[in-house]
Nanobody, 125 residues
Framework: VQLQASGGGLVQPGGSLRLSCTAS????????IAWFRQAPGKEREGVSF????????YYADSVKGRFTITRDNAKNTAYLQMNSLKTEDTAVYYC???????????????????WGKGTLVTVSS
């Protein structure tokens, strides 16, 4: 069972990146998927979340209107499209999966069963 996050890199402020999270060893369709991030010296925070089934989406206030989470069940992959990036978006980004989750707790990292290794996003001029 594995989650593989990719797509990070160096981008200038105002730029865009798309992160991918590919699942193997389990059917991601049945799992709720979230993206978290952790900046140096800061706690891990929930960025965005998409439910299994209906694909309802949720976002942290800091990224609303700039980030979009989607999923492609045929590819067992979730994506995080990040636009209008700011220097404060610099962090290691992780994807996580949980089969059963109370939606109100989507931002709690302890609720997730599977985690991918992080991918570094650096926003700098």
């Amino acid at each position: 069972v594995q989650l593989q996050a990719s797509g990070g890199g160096l981008v200038q402020p105002g730029g865009s990146l798309r992160l991918s999270c590919t699942a193997s060893g389990f059917t991601a369709n049945y799992y709720n998927i979230a993206w978290f991030r952790q900046a140096p010296g800061k706690e891990r925070e929930g960025v965005s979340f998409i439910t299994a089934g209906f694909g309802d989406t949720y976002y942290a206030d800091s990224v609303k209107g700039r980030f979009t989470i989607t999923r492609d069940n045929a590819k067992n992959t979730a994506y995080l499209q990040m636009n209008s990036l700011k220097t404060e978006d610099t962090a290691v980004y992780y994807c996580a999966a949980a089969q059963f989750l109370v939606t109100a707790e989507w931002g709690s990292w302890t609720a997730y069963e599977y985690w991918g290794k992080g991918t570094l996003v650096t926003v700098s001029s």
